[in-house]
C-alpha cells in the first residue's frame, strides 16, 4: 500500500471514529434529556392525580369499593386533565404486572417500555384512603416525539459524517500528494545517486522538515560529489608517484646493470675501478630514494610518531647553521640569520631536518652566494630560508612539493636528488599544524617560509 493511500486511510478511519463516538454521545445526551423531561412531567401529573384522588375519597365511606366502580369516569377525568393515558385498578386486579405490584406495596415505580414500536414512560402509584391501599393508578406517556427527534438526530448526524468525511477524503488526498509529492521526488534521486548522478534536486520550499531534508539531500550530494573528485584528482596523483617511482627507481638500476656488464667484460683495473665506483654512487642514490620513500610513506600514513618537546628555536637554528657553514662555504654561499628568541613545543629533530634541506636546497639549486634564515611570531611562528639566486618560475613552483618534481632534472640527478624533500618538509610541517609557502621570482631569488603553531 502507497504511503498516499495509508495517510488518507489513517485520516478518515481516525474522523469515522471521532464521529461515531461523538454521535452516540450526542444521541445518548439527548435521549437522557428527554426522558428526564418526560420523567419530570409525569412526576407532576403524578402529584395532581394523588391530590385528585385523595380529594375524592375523602368523604367516601366505603372507598374500595367506589373506586372499582367510579374507575372508568375517574381515568376519563384525569386523562382529559393530563393528556396522558391513566388506568385505575382495585386491590382485586388479578395477574397484577410489575408497576401495579410495586404501586400496591406502597412505592412509585418507573417504567420504559421497549417491546412496541413506539416506547412508552410509564409510572405507577399507590391510592390512600384513610392511609390505607385502596388500589393504584398508572399514568402513561408516549415517547413518539422523543423517538422521532432521536431519528431525526440519528439522521442528520449521519448525513453530516458522510459529507465531513468526503470532505476529508478529499483534503486527506490532496494534502497527502502535496506530502508524499516531495518525498517521490527525494526517492527518485536516491536512485540516480545509486547511479552515481549527483544532480542537485530542485528547490521544494514546504516551510517544514521535508524543505530541510531536500536542503540535506543536495548537501549531501554535493559533498559525496567532491569527496568522488578529491578521490578521483588523489587517484590520479597516486599513478603519477607510482610511475615516477618507477621511472625514478629504474634509472640507477639500468646504470647499476650497465656498469655491472661493462665491469664483467673489462679487464682493465682503471675501467673496473670507474665502473665500479658508478655502481656504487648509484647503489647509493638508490639507497637515499628508497629511504626518502619510506619517510614520506610514514608522514602520509602517520606511522612516524611526532614527539613533541620544548625547543629553543634560535638555539637550534644557530646549531644547524654552525653545521651547514662549511658546506656552503664550499660552494661559496654566506648564512645569515635574523632570529627572535622562541620556544615552541615541536619534534626538534623533524625541524632540523626541514631546515638542513631548505637550506641544503638552496646551496645546490639557487645559483646564489647567500643565504639568510629569518624567525619571528606573528599569529603562527614563521621560519624562512631566502636565497639570492635565479628564482623559480611561476609554474615549477605551483608543482614543486609534489614529490619527484625537479625543475632541472639532469643538474638534480647529477646532485643526486631525488625530488622528495620538499615533499617530506611539507609532511613534517603538516604534522605540526603548519604550512609551507614559497615565494619567488626569476633572477630574483627564492624564499621558503613555514610556520608552526604558537
Not at 450526542?26 to 412531567?41: A, P, W
Not at 599544524?433 to 626569476?442: A, L, Q
Amino acid at each position: 500500500m502507497k504511503l498516499r493511500t495509508k495517510v488518507t486511510t489513517m485520516n478518515v478511519l481516525i474522523t469515522a471514529v471521532i464521529i461515531l463516538i461523538s454521535g452516540l454521545i450526542v444521541l445518548k445526551t439527548v435521549d437522557n434529556s428527554n426522558l428526564y423531561g418526560m420523567y419530570q412531567n409525569l412526576l407532576n401529573q403524578s402529584n395532581f392525580t394523588e391530590q385528585y384522588l385523595s380529594e375524592f375519597m375523602k368523604s367516601k365511606d366505603n372507598p374500595g369499593e367506589i373506586l372499582e366502580k367510579e374507575k372508568s369516569s375517574l381515568e376519563d377525568i384525569l386523562k382529559t386533565n393530563m393528556g396522558c393515558v391513566v388506568t385505575i385498578e382495585g386491590l382485586s386486579v388479578n395477574n397484577p404486572t410489575e408497576l401495579q405490584k410495586g404501586a400496591l406495596s406502597g412505592k412509585r415505580v418507573y417504567l420504559i417500555n421497549t417491546t412496541g414500536s413506539v416506547r412508552t414512560f410509564s409510572l405507577s402509584l399507590p391510592i390512600y384512603s384513610n392511609e390505607k391501599i385502596i388500589g393504584c393508578v398508572i399514568l402513561e406517556n408516549s415517547l413518539y416525539q422523543a423517538d422521532m427527534m432521536k431519528k431525526n438526530l440519528l439522521f442528520t448526524l449521519l448525513s453530516i459524517a458522510f459529507t465531513a468525511l468526503l470532505i476529508l477524503f478529499i483534503l486527506s488526498y490532496l494534502f497527502s500528494y502535496r506530502l508524499i509529492k516531495p518525498l517521490e521526488q527525494l526517492t527518485l534521486v536516491t536512485k540516480e545517486f545509486s547511479k552515481g548522478k549527483f544532480n542537485e534536486i530542485k528547490a521544494i520550499r514546504t516551510g517544514d522538515e521535508i524543505e530541510g531534508l531536500t536542503d540535506s539531500f543536495n548537501k549531501m550530494g554535493q559533498d559525496i560529489k567532491l569527496i568522488i573528485e578529491d578521490l578521483k584528482e588523489e587517484q590520479k596523483k597516486q599513478k603519477k608517484f607510482l610511475d615516477n617511482v618507477t621511472h625514478e627507481i629504474r634509472t640507477p638500476l639500468t646504470n647499476i646493470i650497465g656498469y655491472a656488464d661493462l665491469s664483467n667484460r673489462t679487464k682493465e683495473s682503471e675501467h673496473l675501478e670507474k665502473y665500479l665506483s658508478y655502481i656504487t654512487g648509484e647503489s647509493n642514490r638508490l639507497l637515499c630514494m628508497i629511504n626518502d620513500l619510506l619517510e614520506l610513506s610514514r608522514l602520509n600514513t602517520y606511522e612516524q610518531a611526532i614527539i613533541k618537546n620544548e625547543v629553543n628555536l634560535r638555539n637550534l637554528i644557530e646549531q644547524i647553521t654552525n653545521l651547514m657553514k662549511d658546506r656552503a662555504r664550499k660552494y661559496g654561499f654566506k648564512i645569515e640569520c635574523v632570529l627572535e628568541d622562541l620556544v615552541v613545543i615541536a619534534d626538534s629533530e623533524k625541524l632540523k631536518q626541514v631546515i638542513i634541506n631548505l637550506i641544503d636546497n638552496a646551496i645546490k639549486h639557487s645559483e646564489g652566494d647567500e643565504i639568510i634564515i629569518r624567525l619571528w611570531k606573528a599569529d603562527f611562528i614563521y621560519i624562512s630560508v631566502s636565497d639570492n639566486g635565479i628564482g623559480i618560475s611561476e609554474v615549477d613552483i605551483d608543482n614543486i612539493l609534489e614529490p619527484f618534481y625537479r625543475i632541472n632534472k639532469s643538474k638534480s640527478r647529477k646532485l643526486r636528488g631525488s625530488g622528495l624533500g620538499l615533499s617530506i618538509c611539507q609532511g613534517i610541517v603538516a604534522a605540526h599544524g603548519g604550512g609551507i609557502k614559497i615565494e619567488s621570482r626569476i633572477e630574483g631569488g627564492t624564499t621558503v617560509t613555514f610556520s608552526l603553531q604558537l
